[in-house]
């Protein structure tokens, strides 16, 4: 994997509030390993996630000021 790689696994086991909860795998070098973070994130955090991570603007409620990137600094807590 190269040291800018991200691979993300998404599931979506129900509906609310930007598609409701999501539970995801990331992998990538900016990942501390064996990482958990319990915050609650939706769709739309993901989405955040991706543009902040490639500097690109926020798409609809992706800017929204509620929603959140995934984890403190994207390297979750153990």
């Known amino acids: 994997m190269n040291t800018n790689d991200h691979r993300c696994v998404v ?4 509906t609310g509030p930007g598609g409701g ?3 995801a795998l990331l992998l990538s070098r900016q990942v ?3 990482s958990e973070n319990a915050t609650p994130y939706n769709h739309f955090g993901l989405l955040r996630t991706i543009e902040d991570t490639f500097g690109l603007a926020h798409l609809g409620y ?4 509620a929603v959140q990137s995934f984890g403190p ?3 979750g807590t153990k």
């Open 21 to 23: 909860r999501t539970g």
């Open 32 to 34: 501390t390993a064996g």
């Open 62 to 65: 992706a800017g929204a000021s």
């Open 73 to 75: 600094g994207r390297t």
């Open 11 to 14: 599931t979506s086991p129900g």
